[in-house]
């Protein structure tokens, strides 16, 4: 029993002989890992801070006209609708018809504008 309590009390004075140092060493060895990779994460900010703004305007710009585009395709499909059977409609379903074509004209229109003042600017 006492062998162990020996063994104990060694280990005990081990770790707070060496535990101070392993502490401020490895706290060392961080500065010099984080002195090392600081310019290249700055120069990946200062990458980011130019690039993604370049690059997210032509984006929002597509976005504008591929949605704009789409609107447009449904609105082409109502009209087609309308002027390929114009007496077979009912009036109520006419007026749907009509109100829906134009709504995703105006939709279609006001977004292919959107995108070109986006492309603009």
């Known amino acids: 029993m006492a062998n162990q309590e020996q063994i104990a009390r060694a280990a005990g004075r081990f770790a707070r ?16 890992v984080e002195k090392q990779w600081m310019p290249t994460a700055r120069q990946s900010g200062m990458f980011f801070k130019h ?3 370049a690059a ?3 984006i929002h710009s597509l976005w504008h006209e591929i949605l704009g585009f789409t609107f447009l395709v ?4 109502g ?8 007496g077979a409609l009912p009036p109520v379903q006419f007026g749907l018809v009509l109100l829906f074509v134009l709504v995703m004209a105006g939709y279609g229109i006001s977004s292919i504008r959107k995108a070109r003042r986006i492309s603009r600017s």
């Open 17 to 32: 002989k060496w535990l101070p140092v392993a502490k401020t060493s490895a706290r060392v060895a961080r500065k010099q």
């Open 74 to 77: 449904f609105a082409a499909i």
């Open 51 to 53: 690039v993604v703004p």
């Open 79 to 86: 009209a087609f609708k309308i002027w390929q059977h114009p």
């Open 56 to 58: 997210a305007k032509p």
